[in-house]
Structures are given as C-alpha cells and as structure tokens.
Nanobody
Framework: VQLQASGGGLVQTGGSLRLSCAAS????????IAWFRQAPGKERTFVAV????????FITDSVKGRLTASRDNAENTVYLQMNNLRPEDTAVYYC??????????????????????WGQGTKVTVSS
C-alpha cells in the first residue's frame, strides 16, 4: 500500500487542522493505520492508531481530548482531527500502515519499527 499524508500547515495556538492519509490499493481496510510525529531534532513518536474497521482507536496521553483519529474505508482515507493545537504539536506528521492486527497491542503500536509502510509526512506548525 502507498500512503500520502496531507493537510498540514501553519496555524495559531488554539486552532484546528485535519490531516488526511490517503492510501492506494483495494485492500485498504486490511491495514491498521497509525499516526506518528517528529519534532525538529527529536525522534519520531506515536500519536494515534486506528483499527481496520475504525471501531478501535488509541491516542497517546499527551494529545487525548484534542486529537482524534477516524477512517473512511470507502474513501481509502484515515484522518487525524487536531483541535486546540499548541506550539508543542509542531512536527512533521506521518501515517503508517501494517497488516498485522496485533500491532494494536500497546507493546507494538508505539514502535516505529513495527510498521511496514510509511507516507511522506506533512508539516504542522503551531505559532504561539
């Protein structure tokens, strides 16, 4: 599967953005999709993951209540709705995919090495 993230941009503190991760291929619903982010000079870290059907999502604690993940399998797209953005949310956001359902387990879902496919990233800048 090929992934393409989009929707990033410059926003003021408290603003909102919706990121999209569009995928190619007819088996999109077979993939668990995750969002990671990488701030300048820092490692890539887990943000959220959504199950194949969209029924289950896991969000990292630091963004709970502000960021939510959803998916539309008919449109081969996963979304990351970002509200009440803060300067510390500034990063390049990446979507990633994997076919193994056990990647939803906590020991796996936050590990960048577990994901087979990656998109190119979209940059989010939050000004103070």
């Amino acid at each position: 599967v090929q992934l393409q993230a989009s929707g990033g941009g410059l926003v003021q503190t408290g603003g909102s953005l919706r990121l999209s991760c569009a995928a190619s291929g007819r088996t999109f619903s077979s993939y668990v999709i995750a969002w990671f982010r990488q701030a300048p000079g820092k490692e890539r870290t887990f943000v959220a993951v959504i199950s194949r059907s969209g029924a289950s999502t896991f969000i990292t604690d630091s963004v709970k209540g502000r960021l939510t993940a959803s998916r539309d399998n008919a449109e081969n797209t996963v979304y990351l709705q970002m509200n009440n953005l803060r300067p510390e949310d500034t990063a390049v956001y990446y979507c990633a995919a994997d076919r193994e359902n056990n990647i939803l387990a906590k020991r796996n879902r936050e590990d960048v090495r577990k994901y087979e496919f990656w998109g190119q990233g979209t940059k989010v800048t939050v000004s103070s």
